[in-house]
């Protein structure tokens, strides 16, 4: 790999590198202005990119079935071994755990993302086309993440003063009941919301912010028949978004965070998510919504992302 | 949930994934992270605080299967690929995902020392270095056994219909 260097050639290694992410920034740009010349090699890179995809697509759907309890034994008690000086309670959330689990291994940054197990079972709408919708749904999150931090002014449309409201009105504009989660144990605060247009019809965007005044936005969209459940992440410029589709809808977490710090907040909202809206007394025009019709409510029950197999065994 | 928790369980997950693309068989795989687990378990003392969790753990799960695989030598290995295919694949989809079934059958037929490289690399993500530390081999086999990896892979698809390939970008 070494011998190249230098006279800024490169090699069949360096091929291989820059498709797997493990090249330098200096080799990388040096791959890049290769392959931009050289539509043969350009080709190669993406075909094994693209096998990668495949690969993914093929196994990921193992990260949602839970361990056999023999190996989730293990698994503890090696968790036991090792860290010693681990006396959180242990393994109090398995599921949401094994999201994350599942969130970290999925392919990163491609508009590929994960394709689970039970994907469609109406067939008539390609998986690759599913898949990106879902990765431009993530993109116009990002978008918009951008756009509506970048000026405090006009950042949310209806405030969260009056929470109820804020979630009513969003559901009536998407026809569908929608929330924004609380994110208090993260540290972030909800302080309003905005109704936006998406390719998936109309979207909800809700606007977080902590004490240091940092924003993140929850993007919340309708797929079409998406009953999938995709974990995906893409970084863009320096904002970062995880999404995932969950029964009826799509979420978008975006933020100026590194993964990691955006996945404890997309660890919250998935929780939160899962659990369902805060029973506070219903407001009464809040009847399943009857000004539209909803096609793609056939979502067949149990398909769920990760697993709420072992709830069971936790109470 | 701490930290070493979650990358433990990120680390599991990805052996478990990773054994089920290896062995194709659910019972076997989960057998396989069963026996490596409980080989970590054992060994916990010898793991050293700080260093590569998830090097330790593969290169523990590598172990095992070679082992395994030595055992069972006089077993045959193979696996009927509509029984696989079947597994993997939800069969509602199968006729939108030939390029699944094409790039099952070109992983398939590739050398086991081919195909584990391809897998630790392009499915778990493993630096080359850390694969060569666990397969026991220099990096440049690594590096040249990833390359005819997906060269063969490569062929194989364009073979049966390139073009499908073309549209998962």
């Known amino acids: 790999m070494n011998a190249h260097q230098a006279t800024g050639r490169v090699t069949e290694d360096e091929l291989h590198a820059y498709v797997d992410g493990q090249l330098d920034g200096n080799r990388r740009l040096a791959v890049e202005r290769w392959l931009a010349e050289d ?38 008690r090696l968790k036991g071994r090792i860290a010693f000086n681990d006396n959180r309670p242990a393994w109090h959330a398995r599921p949401l755990v094994r999201f994350a689990a599942a969130v970290m291994l999925v392919v990163a940054g491609a508009a590929g993302g994960w394709m689970g197990r039970g994907a469609d079972q109406q067939g008539a709408a390609p998986v690759a086309q599913q898949r ?26 209806l405030g969260a003063d009056n929470q109820d409201e804020l ?24 302080i309003g919301g905005r109704s936006l247009p998406t390719d998936l019809g109309a979207g909800a965007q809700y606007m977080y912010a902590n004490d240091a005044n940092k924003r993140i936005t929850l993007f919340v969209g309708a797929p079409q028949g998406g009953n999938q459940s995709n974990f995906s992440f893409t970084q863009n410029g320096d904002v970062a ?28 909202v998935y929780q939160d998510v899962k659990a369902g809206p805060p029973r506070r007394e219903p407001p009464p025009e809040q009847q399943p919504q009857q000004q539209q019709p909803q096609p793609q409510q056939d979502h067949p029950p149990g398909v769920q992302p990760i697993s709420d197999t072992q709830k069971a065994k936790e109470s | ?95 939108e995902r030939v390029e699944l079934r094409e790039m099952m059958r070109a992983v398939d037929e590739l050398p086991e020392e081919q195909r584990k490289v391809l897998l630790l690399v392009a499915l778990e993500g493993l630096k080359y270095d850390e694969v060569a530390d666990m397969l026991g081999v220099p990096i440049g086999t690594v590096m040249s056994r990833l390359s005819r990896a997906r060269e063969a892979v490569r062929a194989k698809l364009a073979n049966e219909g390139g073009v499908t390939l073309r549209r998962v970008k």
């Open chain 1, 39 to 76: 539509p043969e090699a350009a080709r190669r890179a993406e075909d094994y990119r693209a096998q990668g995809l495949l690969l993914h697509e093929m196994f990921d759907a193992v990260l949602r079935e839970p361990p056999s309890d023999t190996v989730q034994e293990l698994s503890d």
């Open chain 1, 132 to 157: 990106q919708t879902l990765a431009t749904f993530a993109q116009e999150a990002t978008q918009a993440h951008r756009f509506y931090t970048s000026d405090e002014r006009f950042q949310v449309e």
């Open chain 1, 167 to 190: 979630n009513g009105w969003l559901s009536k504009r998407m026809g569908r009941d929608v929330f924004g989660p609380d994110l208090g144990r993260v540290g972030y605060r909800l």
């Open chain 1, 241 to 268: 978004t995880f999404y995932w589709v969950e029964g009826p809808l799509a979420y978008a977490l975006a933020g100026r965070l590194s993964k990691e710090e955006l996945l404890e907040i997309a660890k919250a």
């Open chain 2, 1 to 95: 949930m701490s930290k070493f928790g979650v990358d433990l369980e990120v680390h599991i997950a990805s052996l478990r994934r990773y054994a089920r693309a290896l062995l194709r068989n659910g019972a076997d795989a989960e057998d396989l992270v069963q026996e490596a687990l409980t080989r970590a378990v054992a060994r916990a003392d010898s793991f050293q605080a700080g260093t590569n969790l998830r090097a330790w753990l593969f290169t523990i799960l590598h172990n095992v299967h070679v082992n395994q695989v030595r055992s069972k030598a006089a077993r045959p290995q193979e696996v009927d690929v509509a029984d696989v295919e079947s597994k993997l694949v939800s069969p509602a989809r199968q006729e």
